[in-house]
């Protein structure tokens, strides 16, 4: 099983810069994929970015540009830097571990517990 813990979420000015953090911590012996997604208040949870364990990326058109997700295997940490950050990017920001290797199966779909993340003058 895995927990994810996330930290880094504030409040910040429009065009303001944040950076993220997950650890996953628990038994398993790899994480393929690591990835953020955010929800906004009265809309769906949506994709921000995903990093493979070999470092493949992939963001939305949305945050591509501004965003920048980077990951560091030996220590189980993802990292999400936000950069020029607009109003619209407010609302909580979830870390998620997909496809968790562990004794020759997989395991999918674990999420943090959020963290808020604001953006207003």
């Known amino acids: 099983q895995v927990q994810l813990v996330e930290s880094g979420g504030g409040l910040v000015q429009p065009g303001g810069s944040l950076r993220l953090s997950c650890a996953a911590s628990g038994i398993f012996f790899r994480i393929d994929v690591m990835g953020w997604y955010r929800q906004a208040p009265g809309k769906q949870r949506e994709l921000v970015a995903t990093i493979t364990h070999g470092g493949t990326t992939n963001y939305p058109d949305s945050v591509k540009g501004r965003f920048t997700i980077s990951r560091d295997n030996a220590k189980n940490t993802v990292y999400l830097q936000m950069n020029s950050l607009k109003a619209e990017d407010t609302a909580v920001y979830y870390c998620?571990?997909?496809?968790?290797?562990?004794?020759?199966?997989?395991?999918?779909?674990?999420w943090g517990q959020g963290t808020q993340v604001t953006v207003s003058s």
């Open positions: 998620n571990a997909d496809r968790v290797l562990y004794l020759g199966s997989y395991s999918y779909e674990y």
